[in-house]
């Protein structure tokens, strides 16, 4: 269990310009779910994938975002035309989806996210 | 539509003292309850969760919260803080449904002075 990892840690980018952000979950998570946090405040769900399907997607992630996560292991986070307000971490979590006892997603293991600086 | 309320920004305790982080939550659903820990820069590591059972969970690094459903709270409790113990804290509720996400409080930041 080598845990979440996202990859880049930093990015630094200008307004317009494009970043895409990567998230590996621990191997046997099918759930993935992004979130982001803005300074002062705590994380807000923005999407999650069951296995390769993305199920759910928060009014957060305008038509400038999409994610993917097509071979249900990774999954990728693209930003379009980046604007300041996009400046935030974004976090990455995965779960289990069913724990040893049937209950659901009771355990949420973060990465160490990816902070974004839009200048 | 479930929320979580962090009623206090700001901790700041001196070292060895007792501290106490508060979080209120509102549910129409039976909930679980999560406290998570982020240092600077850092992710989110889970310090303890409700799920069902004994209203009094212990976690990680002596910290300990109780579950109270009258009051729909679950604060978060250490007898005796150490400097290490600086970091911001999450208090976060889950509706344990299909969807799983978490619903985080703003955060508390607590200082731990020598």
């Known amino acids: 269990d080598t845990g979440v990892s996202q990859d880049p840690r930093h990015k630094i980018t200008k307004r317009g310009q494009n970043v895409t952000f990567r998230c590996d979950p621990i191997?046997?998570?099918?759930?993935l779910y992004w979130y982001r946090q803005t300074l002062g405040q705590g994380p807000e769900f923005l999407t999650y994938?069951?296995?390769?399907?993305?199920?759910?997607k928060s009014r957060l992630l305008s038509d400038r975002f999409s994610a993917e996560r097509p071979k249900g292991s990774f999954s990728t986070l693209e930003i379009q035309r980046t604007e300041q307000g996009d400046s935030a971490m974004y976090l990455c979590?995965?779960?289990?989806?069913?724990?040893?006892?049937?209950?659901?997603?009771?355990?949420?293991?973060f990465g160490q996210g990816t902070r974004l600086t839009v200048v | 539509a479930q929320s979580v309320t962090q009623l206090d920004s700001q901790v700041p305790v001196f070292e060895e003292a007792p501290v106490e982080l508060r979080c209120n939550y509102s549910?129409?659903?039976?909930?679980?309850l999560f406290w998570y820990v982020q240092y600077p820069n850092q992710g989110l590591q889970l310090l303890l969760k409700?799920?069902?059972?004994?209203?009094l969970v212990k976690g990680i690094n002596g910290f300990e919260a109780e579950f109270n459903k009258s009051q729909t709270s679950f604060h978060l409790r250490k007898p005796s803080v150490h400097i290490s113990d600086t970091a911001e804290y999450f208090c976060?509720?889950?509706?344990?449904?299909?969807?799983?996400?978490?619903?985080f409080g703003k955060g508390t930041k607590l200082s731990v002075k020598p």
């Open positions: 994938f069951q296995n390769e399907a993305q199920l759910e």
């Open positions: 979590a995965s779960t289990r989806g069913i724990d040893r006892v049937g209950r659901k997603n009771t355990e949420a293991f």
């Open positions: 976060a509720v889950s509706g344990g449904g299909s969807q799983g996400n978490l619903i």
């Open positions: 191997s046997e998570h099918n759930r």
């Open positions: 409700y799920l069902s059972g004994s209203t």
């Open positions: 549910s129409s659903v039976s909930v679980y």
